[in-house]
């Protein structure tokens, strides 16, 4: 249980109980259903993490709604879409086992997490995870009704594959940027789990270094 369940549901609670002495018991039935409803809500399962090699696990609960190349940053990236709606687990897990080398909060819009436009207009926090020569970029995205994204970790932390990295309050969605080199394993309407749904894997990074240093080397030309 993330701790935030537990401020949510004691708050209504003590609602309820003002609610009930000062107008009935019956009234107070609606705050001690929403608290239920905050402690199922911030729910924090314990999960089996993948350990083969080059996995990429779900950064989050949720369905997948894209799969496609875009162009981030001048270069070519695999992209896998999660939306999480409010009936998901929150908690957000590191893809990758690594190093934090990259952290941008963006301020946006609160636009609905399903609508293509959310990834670039929504305020997001964007991640970047390095490990075994591959560089993960993972964003939490917040949605319509998602106003906290919450992201434990700083620069130059080391986190390991699955790990609790953070949360977003409620529907929201997750986007993972690939090489275009990673081999994806699902498909738009499949649904993952954060931490054990394997989404692609990666090359050896000693392959994955040498194509680096090949697009370098293009680049250069």
């Known amino acids: 249980m993330v701790r935030d369940g537990f401020y949510y549901a004691l708050g209504l609670c003590a609602v309820a109980a003002v609610v009930g002495w000062l ?5 107070a039935l609606a705050p001690l259903l929403l608290a239920g409803f905050f402690l199922w809500f911030f729910r924090d399962p314990e999960r089996v993490i993948p350990a083969e090699a080059g996995a990429v696990v779900s950064p989050a609960d949720g369905k997948v709604t894209d799969v496609s190349t875009i162009d981030f940053e001048g ?3 695999a992209r896998i879409s999660i939306f999480l709606s409010v009936f998901d687990v929150h908690v957000n897990r590191s893809p990758i086992a690594g190093v934090v080398t990259g952290v941008e909060y963006r301020h ?3 636009r609905n997490a399903l609508s293509a436009a959310s990834a670039v207009e929504n305020e997001q926090n964007i991640v970047t995870v390095e490990g075994d020569g591959h560089s993960v970029i993972f964003k939490q995205i917040a949605g319509v009704l998602a106003r906290r994204i919450v992201f434990t970790k700083g620069l130059g932390d080391r986190v390991e594959r699955g790990e609790r990295v953070g949360l977003i309050k409620f529907g929201s969605r997750t986007d ?3 090489d275009p080199g ?3 394993h699902v498909a738009v309407g499949d ?3 954060g931490g054990s749904s394997v989404l692609a894997h990666l090359p050896p990074g000693e392959t994955a270094g040498l194509a680096a240093a090949s697009m370098r080397r293009e680049e250069g030309a």
């Open 108 to 110: 946006g819009r609160f």
């Open 75 to 77: 270069r070519p990236r």
């Open 23 to 27: 107008a009935g018991p019956a009234y």
């Open 182 to 184: 990673a081999d994806v």
């Open 191 to 193: 649904c993952v789990h």
């Open 176 to 178: 993972v940027l690939l």
